[in-house]
């Protein structure tokens, strides 16, 4: 039988994404309300969207939420821990790769035992502060987190043998 775990997520540098959005119209000149619309959008994204995205990835489980608000999303399930594990941790990696790395998605998971609503959101919360929680997320995903993208141009012997060509 599996056990209901409690299953918490937030997602790291809420305010650097919101900030960038409110300083980007200097760079490209937008009027206010541009601006204003982009802000609005980006907060929108962050919290419905967010809640969306996870919905999607837990669709057909059966969840109890405990909290939803802007970033941070706290729930029950009943899903083995290998299976949540690996439906976390692509959340994790499909945020990470569509915000380029400028959004960082928290999880912590554990036993429901022993905990009423109240005491779960608070030891989740607790949990998702810990340094550990974002050490084993970077452990789990150092290949991802610390490679060099390959770059869709050319070789740098390709651009060195252009070079000589073009020199002679």
């Not at 919290?47 to 669709?59: A, K, L, P, R």
């Not at 970033?71 to 959340?91: K, M, T, Y």
């Not at 928290?106 to 919360?125: C, P, S, T």
């Amino acid at each position: 039988m599996t056990t209901k775990q409690i299953v918490a997520l937030s997602i790291d540098k809420v305010q650097t994404c919101l900030f960038e959005v409110i300083h980007g119209h200097e760079q490209e000149k937008q009027t206010e309300e541009a601006t204003l619309k982009n802000i609005m959008n980006a907060s929108r994204e962050i919290s419905n969207g967010f809640f969306d995205t996870v919905q999607q990835e837990f669709s057909g489980v059966e969840i109890e939420k405990l909290l939803a608000c802007s970033g941070v999303f706290i729930f029950s399930c009943a899903l083995p821990e290998e299976e949540l594990e690996d439906r976390l941790n692509r959340l994790f990696l499909d945020y990470y790769h569509s915000s380029q790395g400028q959004k960082l998605l928290r999880y912590v998971f554990f036993a429901a035992e022993g905990f009423d609503k109240i005491q779960a959101i608070q030891e989740a919360k607790r949990c998702l502060k810990q340094s550990q929680c974002l050490n084993a997320l970077i452990e789990k995903n150092k290949e991802v987190l610390f490679c060099f993208c390959e770059k869709k141009s050319k070789s740098s012997s390709q651009y060195i043998q252009s070079q000589k060509v073009s020199e002679e």
